[in-house]
């Protein structure tokens, strides 16, 4: 079956401007993440969703940085007036619920993300 | 979530079977042990979980000491696709369970042919 998709796969934009990243996850997957890897860093959560609970935004880096769950299916990350430290690769995972601590997560390919 | 420790590297020839260590000795009593896996240019994907007792799945094994302060992570034939960071993550199945993986810097496993 269809995995996690993400969209753009690159992305490249200039210091300052706004981008929006999606992310389709698994069709029945009720828990959305965010999570971000910069260039020889680790892994790191930003966001969290749900079904309709309110998200977990403790790893939101700044206020720059916000995400919606439309419906909940589609996810947008959308970053405002970036930075060149926002460089890096952004990455969508979902899982079928959020079931404590059996939950697995399936990630999506990541969007490569080059602030200029 | 309570932290885990790897060690940064190891190598393996291929066909041979690789035993990747992971120490979390402040484990609480309801910490499931997750291993992911990072191949190169790739998400991180998922390759077995356990609690207390060992686990077997198509990917590979994983044996949890008794004392479940550690755990082995076991890929039975390495091939070079196996070749990818390996991460030991420990996901509360408490109230404290916030759902969200924390990474560490993991093993970076190199398989030579």
């Known amino acids: 079956g269809a995995g996690v998709s993400q969209s753009p796969s690159n992305k490249v934009t200039e210091k300052g401007k706004d981008v929006e990243l999606r992310c389709d996850p698994i069709?029945?997957?009720?828990?959305l993440y965010w999570y971000r890897q910069s260039l020889g860093q680790g892994l790191e959560f930003l966001i969290y969703f749900q079904g309709n609970s309110a998200p977990d935004k403790s790893g939101l880096p700044s206020d720059r940085f916000s995400a919606e769950r439309t419906g909940g299916s589609v996810s947008t990350l959308t970053i405002q007036r970036t930075q060149q430290e926002d460089s890096a690769v952004y990455l969508c995972?979902?899982?079928?619920?959020?079931?404590?601590?059996?939950?697995?997560?399936?990630f999506g390919p990541g969007t490569r993300l080059t602030v200029l | 979530d309570a932290k885990t420790t790897q060690p940064n590297s190891m190598e393996s020839n291929e066909e041979e079977p690789v035993h990747l260590p992971c120490n979390h000795s402040?484990?609480?009593?309801?910490?499931?042990i997750h291993w992911y896996r990072q191949l190169p240019s790739q998400g991180p994907e998922y390759v077995i979980h356990g609690l207390t007792s060992n686990v077997n799945n198509r990917m590979a094994s994983l044996a949890i000491a008794e004392d479940r302060k550690s755990s082995t992570l076991i890929l039975h034939r390495a091939t070079l696709r196996d070749a990818a960071v390996y991460y030991c993550?420990?996901?509360?199945?408490?109230?404290?369970?916030?759902?969200?993986?924390?990474f560490g810097q993991g093993t970076t496993l190199q398989v030579k042919p």
């Open positions: 402040t484990i609480s009593g309801t910490d499931y």
């Open positions: 993550i420990l996901k509360g199945g408490g109230s404290s369970n916030t759902g969200k993986l924390i």
């Open positions: 995972a979902s899982s079928l619920r959020f079931s404590g601590g059996m939950d697995t997560q399936y």
């Open positions: 069709s029945g997957h009720t828990a």
